[in-house]
């Protein structure tokens, strides 16, 4: 690493805050040839596609399209292909809502993955470009369900990440698990990055 590398990735830590603490204990808790797919969604935008360390091309699942939704159903596919190993998914609640019945195949299959949902109860990303660049909010506070009762009603086991301190002993379980786990992150009670992600995405003229 050179550098200006270790300049830009302080620089990325910073903007994340505690966001910083998910994305390191991600990476200890998983081996290097684990897969780790990302739906479309802020924390892999921001850092799950830059920050996060992926040590071989196989393990980096992307739906390169951009819907959002599509990231469970490969990182089921992923899991089931490499049963010795384990996956991770990183969803938000928006994308997840689109593609909800693949948790059915999830709780059928009970493959060793770790889907990780992040709750900001709604469309995050057009939220903060609404915020940044309109003078109101439409369409992107969304209602969420109750991820715990969701779990439950799948039968699927399920923790909860609403601190930093959290990520690690989470992570670390759901990863040694021989199962699936639904890992929720309450984005409002682990608290805001320094600087909301916005992507680099021309407007239409107004
Ligand atoms: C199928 C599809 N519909 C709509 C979009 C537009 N879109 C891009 S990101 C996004 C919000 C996704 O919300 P969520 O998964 O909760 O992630 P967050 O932005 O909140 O982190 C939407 C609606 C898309 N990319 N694909
Ligand atoms: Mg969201």
Request: glycine share 10%; proline share 9%; hydrophobic share 45%.
């Amino acid at each position: 690493m050179c550098i200006g590398d270790r300049t830009v990735r302080a620089e990325l830590r910073d903007r994340i805050g505690p966001q910083a603490a998910l994305c390191d204990a991600i990476r200890a808790a998983l081996p290097p040839e684990a897969v780790l797919a990302r739906d479309v969604t802020v924390p892999a935008s921001s850092w799950g596609n830059r920050l996060l360390d992926i040590h071989h091309p196989h393990t980096n699942v992307f739906p390169r399209g951009g819907g959002i939704g599509q990231g469970l159903g490969m990182g089921i596919g992923a899991a089931l292909a490499t049963p010795d190993t384990p996956t991770l998914v990183m969803a938000g609640d928006g994308g997840l809502a689109v593609h909800l019945g693949e948790l059915l195949t999830l709780a059928q299959e009970r493959p060793r993955l770790t889907l990780v949902v992040f709750n900001d109860g709604g469309y995050g990303v057009l939220r903060n470009m609404q915020d940044r660049y309109f003078d109101r909010r439409s369409g992107v506070d969304l209602a969420t369900p109750d991820f715990a009762a969701l779990a439950h009603a799948t039968g699927l086991p399920y923790a909860r990440i609403a601190a930093e301190a959290d990520a690690a002993p989470v992570l670390t379980a759901a990863a040694a698990s021989d199962g699936p786990t639904l890992v929720e992150v309450d984005l409002t009670a682990l608290g805001p990055m320094k600087t909301p992600f916005t992507p680099p995405v021309a407007l239409p003229a107004r």
